[in-house]
């Protein structure tokens, strides 16, 4: 299974962006989808998963300001991030399992 994430970019404290990630087959088949991120220096962290049934799961650092939801149609899965803070600076990753697929990772940039 192959993952392309994009929507990353620069952006300035209080604003959003949108994430996506996009995989090579239908994410039917995808048992868990995770949105996970790593600062520079820092450990690779959970943000966000969705399973195929649509149960989500958030880290409570992200709760009330993401949503992670699935666009089954063009195998995509989406991060709203919203209220973003410098200290969500990262680059973010999507995982599939139990594939144990990660994409490349897209850059997000917040300014304060």
């Known amino acids: 299974v192959q993952l392309v994430e994009s929507g990353g970019g620069l952006v300035q404290a209080g604003g959003s962006l949108r994430l996506s990630c996009t995989a090579s087959?239908?994410?039917?088949?995808?048992?868990?989808m995770y949105w996970y991120r790593q600062a520079p220096g820092k450990q690779r962290e959970m943000v966000a998963n969705?399973?195929?049934?649509?149960?989500?799961n958030y880290a409570d650092f992200v709760k009330g300001r993401f949503t992670i939801s699935r666009d089954n149609r063009n195998n995509t899965i989406v991060l709203q991030m919203n209220s973003l803070e410098p200290e969500d600076t990262a680059v973010y990753y999507c995982?599939?399992?139990?594939?144990?697929?990660w994409g490349q990772g897209t850059q997000v940039t917040v300014s304060s």
């Open positions: 995982l599939a399992m139990p594939f144990g697929s």
């Open positions: 969705i399973a195929a049934s649509g149960n989500t």
């Open positions: 087959v239908s994410i039917f088949s995808i048992r868990l």
